[in-house]
């Protein structure tokens, strides 16, 4: 009869730890994580493309960093906008998304992509591999950090 006690009683108390987890995380009975960062990746894409600098700017959290292969160093979220005007995007195909969490409000997304536009009048075309960090703001996923890496 004890050993029943006992063992109710730590079911009981199992339970409510596992739901007051829950409550301190809600997010993890969420959707998943990995469409909606993908959708924010590819709106970025898109943002970009169509010069939408206050969307971009929204999606890009406050102390967003970046790094482009062969850059002078990293760029803030001012410089990232203001990249708009120096680079017309003309097309571009993303793939190979995955997605790893680095805890309960952010991942690492890597992908890649073909990209052509035009810079100071000159025609460029990119193969790359980016690696990005996301953090889940508020109620948002928003870029914290991106890196490309052109490929051969």
């Not at 993890?28 to 924010?40: D, I, R, T």
């Not at 898109?46 to 292969?69: T, V, Y």
């Not at 997304?109 to 990209?115: D, E, K, P, Q």
Request: proline share 3%; hydrophobic share 40%; glycine share 8%.
């Amino acid at each position: 009869m004890k050993m029943t006690h006992l063992a109710v009683a730590c079911l009981l108390f199992l339970a409510t730890a596992a739901t007051a987890q829950e409550m301190q995380h809600p997010a993890a009975k969420s959707a998943p994580v990995a469409p909606a960062v993908e959708a924010k990746v590819r709106k970025v894409w898109e943002d970009f493309k169509n010069k939408n600098k206050e969307s971009l700017g929204a999606a890009l959290a406050d102390g967003f960093r970046e790094m482009e292969e062969g850059g002078s160093g990293f760029g803030d979220k001012k410089a990232e906008i203001a990249m708009v005007d120096e680079f017309e995007l003309t097309s571009y195909l993303l793939k190979d998304f995955t997605l790893r969490s680095l805890g309960p409000h952010s991942a690492l997304v890597t992908y890649s992509a073909h990209y052509e536009g035009k810079s100071g009048g000159q025609t460029q075309k990119s193969d790359s591999i980016f690696g990005e960090v996301w953090v889940h703001e508020g109620n948002e996923w928003k870029a914290l950090y991106i890196q490309e890496t052109t490929v051969k």
